[in-house]
């Protein structure tokens, strides 16, 4: 599989967010066959939540940019894991989450496959979303839309709650150079 540009946002609105958001991006950069090359700030972001199973707390909301040769396939396998790892309530999925990952877009890719549907079909809706990849890619293109993502953040119909938190993520664990491919 060719490298590929994959943006993976992420959000937690149970127990310590910052500290579940920090150990996500640290985890990040421990993905196999990948390198982080961008990490967005921090939002907090009103629960976005028709039915109301998200509970009341706020999310601590971001964006990591990676370069990846997974197949998304198998870095959504991995994010799982990664949730599980966190402390993710597998049998109250819908409810308030320590941390919960996903594929927003795979570079230009569109994918439809049973559990894995890219772009992400609801980040176009979710300002939560669009505020953090303005900040790392604002001209970056949403492949079945034609528009970029500050096109997208622009046409939301709503100012929404989302507030830019004045905290660095992610440092307190430090970051590693990427893995290097397995042997052939
Ligand atoms: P949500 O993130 O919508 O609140 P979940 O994290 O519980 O809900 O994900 C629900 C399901 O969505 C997952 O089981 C996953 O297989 C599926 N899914 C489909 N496309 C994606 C994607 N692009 N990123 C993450 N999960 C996805
Ligand atoms: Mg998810």
């Known amino acids: ?8 946002g992420f959000g937690s609105n149970l127990g310590d967010r910052q500290e579940f958001c920090d150990r996500a991006v640290a985890l990040m ?15 907090e972001s009103e629960p976005v939540d028709p039915e109301n199973t ?10 990591v940019r ?16 990664t949730e599980r790892a966190l ?10 989450r320590t941390i919960d990952f996903d594929i927003l877009f795979v570079g230009q890719h ?10 992400h079909p609801r980040l176009h809706l ?6 953090p990849l303005v900040e790392l890619d604002a001209d970056w293109n949403h492949p079945s839309f034609h528009r970029s993502v500050k096109e997208l953040l622009e046409s939301l119909p709503e100012p929404g709650r989302v507030k830019k938190l004045d905290i660095i993520p992610g440092t307190k664990y430090g970051s590693r150079p990427a893995c290097p ?3 052939a």
């Open 1 to 8: 599989m060719r490298v590929e540009i994959v943006f993976i």
């Open 29 to 43: 950069n421990l993905l196999p066959l990948s390198r982080v090359t961008g990490v967005s700030s921090y939002y």
């Open 54 to 63: 998200l509970g009341p707390t706020w999310f601590y909301n971001g964006v």
């Open 66 to 81: 990676i370069e990846t040769s997974l197949s998304p396939v198998r870095l959504l396998d991995i994010l799982h894991e």
């Open 87 to 96: 402390g993710r309530n597998e049998e109250h999925r819908s409810g308030p």
């Open 110 to 119: 569109i994918i439809n496959e049973a559990g894995l549907t890219v772009p």
């Open 126 to 131: 979710r300002r939560f979303v669009l505020e």
């Open 181 to 183: 491919p397995p042997p």
